[in-house]
């Protein structure tokens, strides 16, 4: 294979004046000062409101950073009470668990609907994939929020589904389908709202599989259901990995799908942040909470990726 930079005089310049050219750390900067401004800047911000106190101003907290002077100031003031008050309320805590608990729940049915299609889609025809994949982003082309309420119409008890099991003969006429309002609607709202972003790391990962592979597994006799589970999956597990990643960490901190379709009894940390946040204003212990809530998604990634970095 011909080297990119043996081909580039421009590189081979760059490289015998002993260092890469400005337009590669450009290319390279770009994406940490994107990240600096848009993840650690707010990061920094709202850690720093969570070490704060309440209090009935503008913003609602103390103390306010007033310059780079007054950093003994504000370091001497900070104390972990927010913290101590999350691991002391229960409420918190269930809410934590509340929502791993979902989106585990729902990654994993994500994936078994999933995955499925996928590899439907992977074996397809050449000439159709292209569509097939068009149907699955189909979705994006609606609002998010608009889908969601779609969901109302159909699970509320005199809704479009109700009214179906009636015709079919499946309901009487005095029954009605009591999904709206609990967990089976949220569950049902999130796996909809994602299957997207499972189904294309997914069908990325098996749509690269050589098929040969299967045939030659085949050819020795090894029966269809081993030979998934001998080839087909584990060459598919950095597809799996992926959209249970992308799915799972967004679905953790949700909070229009759980108010829309939830019931009261539907216990969220995103429900949890807003009430705390809009309804009882009270922004250093809803600081805390997405601090928290950030460490405990952030840090298994991490360790994941130096397991992987290890394992390569």
């Known amino acids: 294979m011909t080297n990119v930079a043996e081909t580039n005089p421009a590189t081979n310049a760059a490289i015998n004046a002993g260092g890469p050219s400005w337009t590669r750390w450009l290319v390279v900067a770009v994406p940490y000062v994107w990240l600096l401004l848009f993840f650690v800047a707010p990061f ?3 850690l720093k409101i969570s070490f704060s106190d309440t209090a009935i101003s503008i913003p609602p907290y103390t103390p306010t950073f007033k310059g780079f002077g007054a950093l003994g100031d504000f370091f001497s003031q900070l104390d972990f009470e927010n913290y101590i008050f999350l691991t002391e309320d229960p409420l918190y805590i269930w809410s934590y668990l509340s929502s791993l608990r979902i989106a585990a729940i729902s990654t994993l049915l994500l994936l078994l609907i999933g995955y499925p299609m996928a590899l439907a889609m992977a074996r397809a025809p050449t000439s159709i994939r292209p569509t097939l994949v068009m149907l699955v982003i189909l979705p994006f082309w609606t609002s998010f929020l608009i889908r969601v309420y779609a969901w109302i119409g159909i699970l509320k008890p005199d809704g479009l589904l109700t009214l179906l099991l009636q015709t079919v003969g499946l309901m009487g006429p005095d029954q009605q389908v009591q999904i709206f309002r609990t967990d089976y609607a949220v569950f049902i709202g999130i796996v909809y709202s994602y299957l997207p972003f499972m189904v ?8 690269k599989m050589d098929n040969s592979l299967l ?3 085949s050819d020795l006799g090894c029966p269809p259901w081993k030979a998934f589970w001998k080839i087909t999956f584990p060459l598919s597990l950095p597809g799996v990995i992926a959209g249970s990643m992308i799915c799972f960490i967004p679905i953790t901190g949700e909070f229009v799908i759980p108010d829309l379709l939830g019931g009261a009894d539907t216990l969220m940390i995103g429900k949890t942040l807003w009430t705390e946040f809009f309804g009882n204003r009270d922004w250093p212990l809803a600081s805390a ?6 460490i405990m998604l952030v840090v298994p990634i991490m360790i994941f990726q130096n397991q992987q970095k290890k394992v390569a």
């Open 200 to 207: 294309l790391p997914l069908y990325s990962a098996l749509e």
């Open 289 to 294: 909470v997405a601090v928290i809530l950030l």
């Open 215 to 217: 045939e030659a597994a």
């Open 44 to 46: 920094l911000i709202i």
